[in-house]
C-alpha cells in the first residue's frame, strides 16, 4: 500500500472550516484513500473514502486531485468534539488488504 | 455503522500473568479481523490478521507465541497476552470488516487497555 505524508498538527477555529491535507504521490490506479479519526483513548472511527471523484457524507468532504497525489479532508463547521487525531489512509479496495496506520495529524479545534 | 465490541475495556494484570482480550462483531459477520497495538502518543500497529477457521497471520516482529489469536467464530476473535510483563502494557483494538457488497471499510472496537504490573 502506498505511503501517506501529513502535517503532525493542526488547529481550527470552532464554527470553521478544517481543511487537512494529505500526500499520497505513490498511490496506484486502484487504491482507495480512507480517512479515519481517533479521539483520545477510542477506537478509531471511519469518517469518508474515495478512489477517483469527490466524496461527501454527513460528517465530511473528501477532495482528491486530478493525478490523485494527494487529497484534503474538510470538516465544514468543526466543533470542539472534533479535537481527535485524523488518519489517512491508502489501500488496495477489497476484502482482504490490511490498514497500515501512518503518524496521523492532531486537529486542534478551539473555541 | 456496524458495531465492534470488545471486552474487557481495561485490565490490570501482574507479571507473568495471561490475559484474554475478546473482539465481537454485533450485528454482521466477520471472517477477518484485525488486531492493534497503540502505545501512548503513537498510532496504532497493525499485530496480526485474524481469519475465522484458520490460524492467524502475523506482521514482521509480532512474537506468535506471545499473542495467541483464536477466530472460533465469525463473530468473535480472541488475543490472549501469554506471560504479560510490563512492557506488553498498551491499548489494544481490534477491528472488523463486513463482508458482502460493501466498500470494504474498517470499523474498530473500543480497545482494550491492558496495565501489567
Known amino acids: 500500500d502506498a505511503k501517506t505524508t501529513q502535517p503532525p498538527s493542526m488547529d481550527c477555529a470552532e464554527g470553521r472550516a478544517a481543511n487537512l491535507p494529505c500526500n499520497h504521490s505513490t498511490i496506484s490506479g486502484n487504491e482507495y484513500v480512507y480517512w479515519y479519526r481517533q479521539i483520545h483513548s477510542q477506537g478509531p472511527q471511519y469518517i469518508i473514502h474515495g478512489l477517483k471523484n469527490n466524496e461527501t457524507n454527513e460528517m465530511a468532504s473528501l477532495i482528491i486531485t486530478e493525478d490523485r497525489k494527494s487529497s484534503t479532508l474538510i470538516l465544514p463547521h468543526a466543533t470542539l468534539r472534533d479535537t481527535a487525531v485524523y488518519y489517512c489512509i491508502v489501500r488496495v479496495g477489497n476484502n482482504f488488504n490490511k490498514f497500515y496506520f501512518g503518524s496521523g495529524t492532531k486537529l486542534n479545534v478551539k473555541p | 455503522g456496524a458495531v465492534v465490541s470488545q471486552h474487557p475495556s481495561w485490565v490490570i494484570c501482574k507479571s507473568g500473568t495471561s490475559v484474554k482480550i475478546e473482539c465481537r462483531s454485533l450485528?454482521?459477520?466477520?471472517?477477518?479481523m484485525f488486531w492493534y497495538r497503540q502505545f501512548p502518543k503513537q498510532s496504532l500497529m497493525l499485530m496480526a490478521t485474524s481469519n475465522e477457521g484458520s490460524k492467524a497471520t502475523y506482521e514482521q516482529g509480532v512474537e506468535k507465541d506471545k499473542f495467541l489469536i483464536n477466530h472460533a467464530s465469525l463473530t468473535l476473535s480472541t488475543l490472549t497476552v501469554t506471560s504479560a510483563h510490563p512492557e506488553d502494557s498498551s491499548f489494544y483494538i481490534c477491528?472488523?470488516?463486513?463482508?458482502?457488497?460493501?466498500?470494504?471499510?474498517?470499523?474498530f472496537g473500543e480497545g482494550s487497555r491492558l496495565t501489567v504490573l
Open positions: 477491528s472488523a470488516r463486513t463482508s458482502g457488497r460493501n466498500t470494504g471499510e474498517l470499523f
Open positions: 450485528d454482521f459477520q466477520a471472517t477477518t
